[in-house]
């Protein structure tokens, strides 16, 4: 039996988590003891962790704080591979192997596109160069899409073809289960058509966009529409006075966090990811996953990738309004068969991915 740790900075409700999630439930426990080390056991995925997952709790959410703690937990769980997802957390892993007694296998996982990163807060400034110094000390460096693999390689002057690609853990039995579930709110009995975005609240998600598309859709549209949102974030308020704005408070729903997003996705008419960067966008497989018809902006990287060539024609330049309002109201007057989606998605599997890291050892 391998033991085999995954590392992320904390519990709340982004891809990156879900993926750690989907990851611990993937693994077969005839050959995998999995572990679960976190800067902070909190946040919307905390109570989705399997039960038979060991979780160590560092308990500290900054990570330029976890150096310490994790020197601690690397010589005493002795791990065989230690997979740490994001950018913050996988420096602060490499700078802890590099004065542990003992060292495991470390694959860090880079969730983003290196070269459209552009932080927020100051410290950010520091990732590209603290990455391109401390990624070649790890034994794997893992994209998650071929495009975002091949940017790393480049920004962080990586050796061609070092950067490998495994593909997020992402269609699954449970997630097709859980799509039939019912949507307990009012928006569950919404009979016009509804639009569907998910994802944090951020400029990296750039829903200011695709609120303006919406607005154009709706003074357009001959039948009821309804734009949701499901997420949460810094741009909220931003949001909220951009609908107040466009006078579309009755149109469009910013939900929150949700518990069960792919009933959402089942229940809407049409997805819209308006992403400005991604590396692979998770929401826009699982929406696919679905059945459910997309748009997407064209954005590095990641859904030029996820789509089959015959399918580009859903992908838009990012930011452009009009371009977004046109399209979605194309997709939504002549919706392509759900099974055409979700078939072409099916190497996003669990299974494929728990295999995928399994064979790092």
């Known amino acids: 039996m ?5 590392f992320i900075p904390s519990l709340s409700g982004g891809g990156a988590e879900r993926v750690v999630v989907n990851l611990l439930r993937a693994f077969d426990r005839n050959k995998v003891i999995p572990l679960l080390i976190t800067g902070s056991a909190t946040g919307p995925f905390a109570d989705k962790i399997p039960d038979d997952v060991e979780v160590i709790d560092l308990k500290t959410a900054q990570m330029r704080k976890a150096t310490r703690p994790l020197i601690e937990v690397l010589n005493r769980q002795k791990a065989d591979l230690l997979i740490s997802h994001l950018s913050h957390a996988n420096i602060a892993l490499l700078r802890a192997a590099r004065k542990a007694n003992y060292r495991p296998k470390i694959a860090v996982v880079e969730h983003m596109t290196m070269s459209a990163y552009k932080g927020e807060r100051w410290r950010d400034r520091l990732i590209k160069p603290l990455t391109k110094r401390l990624y070649p000390y790890a034994d794997h460096v893992i994209s998650v ?3 975002a693999a091949r940017d790393l390689e480049q920004v962080l002057s990586l ?6 690609t495994i593909y997020n ?6 997630l097709e289960k859980q799509a039939q579930e019912n949507i307990e709110h009012p928006l569950g009995k919404f009979k016009g058509k509804l639009i569907l ?3 944090r609240l951020s400029k990296q998600k750039d829903f200011s966009t695709l609120i303006k ?3 154009k859709l709706h003074t357009l549209a001959d039948t009821a529409v309804h734009l949701a949102i499901l997420g949460t974030g810094e741009q909220e308020s931003l949001l909220r006075s951009l609908i107040g704005r466009h006078e579309l408070q009755d149109s469009v729903s910013l939900v929150g966090f949700q518990d069960n997003p792919y009933a959402w996705m089942r229940k809407a008419d049409l997805f819209v990811l308006s992403s400005r960067w991604e590396a692979l966008p998770t929401v826009l497989i699982e929406a696919m996953a679905c059945g459910t018809n997309i748009v997407s902006t064209d954005c590095p990287s990641g859904p030029r990738e996820i789509l089959p060539a015959a399918l580009h024609g859903h992908l838009v330049d990012v930011g452009d309004t009009s371009a977004l309002a046109q399209q979605m109201s194309r997709v939504l007057c002549n919706p392509i ?3 055409q989606w979700s078939s072409a998605v099916s190497h996003f599997s ?3 991915a728990a295999t995928a890291y399994s064979d790092l050892i």
């Open 350 to 352: 669990f299974a494929h």
């Open 145 to 147: 899409s071929n495009d």
């Open 337 to 339: 068969a759900a099974e």
């Open 213 to 215: 598309a919406f607005s």
């Open 159 to 164: 050796p061609n073809g070092s950067v490998k």
């Open 169 to 174: 853990p992402v269609v699954s039995p449970e």
């Open 197 to 199: 975005g998910v994802g």
């Open 2 to 6: 391998k033991r085999i740790a995954n």
